[in-house]
Structures are given as structure tokens and as C-alpha cells.
């Protein structure tokens, strides 16, 4: 099975289109790194307990059929 993806890069609309494709990557490593390890980072910074915060960034996720784990593995 392939895909092909197809953009007009003279067209804005497609050229963002196309530079989401591209580092579409880059964004899930980062979104992972926040979901998963800035909460630790913070806690032991601030001291504080980031339960709800973090349940927020979940629910965004999930809110927006984002699944941060089949994305990253």
C-alpha cells in the first residue's frame, strides 16, 4: 500500500498544509515530551501537584482524536 501526498506549494493555503505534513513529527515529540515528561519536570520545580493540568492536556488530546501513544512509539 502508498500514499502520495500532493500540495501547491505556490498556494498559502496548501504551503501550510505541507509544512504541517512535514513536521508533523516534530509536533508529536514535543506534544509527547509535554505529556509526558514536563509534568515530573514542573512538579519537582514548583512543588506543586499537576494533576489537573495535566488531565486538561489529556482531554485537548483526546478532544481532538489526538492518541499522543500511536504516534509515538
Same mark, same amino acid.
Given at each position: /500500500?502508498?500514499?502520495? %501526498?500532493?500540495?501547491? $506549494?505556490?498556494?498559502?493555503?496548501?504551503? =501550510?498544509?505541507?509544512?504541517?505534513?512535514?513536521?508533523?513529527?516534530? /509536533?508529536?515529540?514535543? %506534544?509527547?515530551?509535554? $505529556?509526558?515528561?514536563?509534568?515530573?519536570? =514542573?512538579?519537582?520545580?514548583?512543588?506543586?501537584?499537576?494533576?489537573?493540568?495535566?488531565?486538561?492536556?489529556?482531554?485537548?488530546?483526546?478532544?481532538?482524536?489526538?492518541?499522543?501513544?500511536?504516534?509515538?512509539?
Amino acid at each position: /500500500m502508498e500514499a502520495i %501526498l500532493k500540495f501547491n $506549494l505556490d498556494d498559502p493555503d496548501d504551503r =501550510m498544509a505541507h509544512l504541517r505534513a512535514v513536521q508533523s513529527t516534530d /509536533m508529536a515529540i514535543v %506534544l509527547f515530551h509535554i $505529556l509526558h515528561n514536563s509534568k515530573k519536570e =514542573m512538579e519537582n520545580k514548583t512543588g506543586l501537584d499537576l494533576d489537573e493540568v495535566w488531565e486538561h492536556f489529556y482531554q485537548v488530546c483526546e478532544d481532538n482524536n489526538v492518541d499522543i501513544d500511536r504516534l509515538i512509539v
